[in-house]
């Protein structure tokens, strides 16, 4: 058997082999990395009625973004 894989034979299998994975990950890990959108409105869909202040662990904070800046005041 080990004598089949030689020269061209051996880069076609390592090409089709390595392809086989690139084709099951897509799905999995790559397509949500490019697209969120499908994701984020299941996310939105599922916790619609969920207020985060209630489920909050140990009375902390709900998160904020900490980069967020003030708008300036109108005076």
Do not use: H
């Not at 697209?35 to 662990?57: C, F, G, H, L, V």
């Amino acid at each position: 058997m080990a004598a089949f894989y030689r020269g061209w034979r051996y880069a076609a299998f390592l090409a089709g082999f390595v392809g086989f994975i690139g084709l099951t990950l897509y799905p999995i890990a790559i397509s949500p990395m490019i697209d969120a959108s499908e994701y984020k409105k299941i996310q939105k869909e599922t916790r619609k009625n969920i207020r985060q202040e209630d489920i909050q662990p140990g009375n902390m904070k709900v998160w904020s973004d900490p980069f967020d800046r003030k708008k300036p005041s109108a005076e």
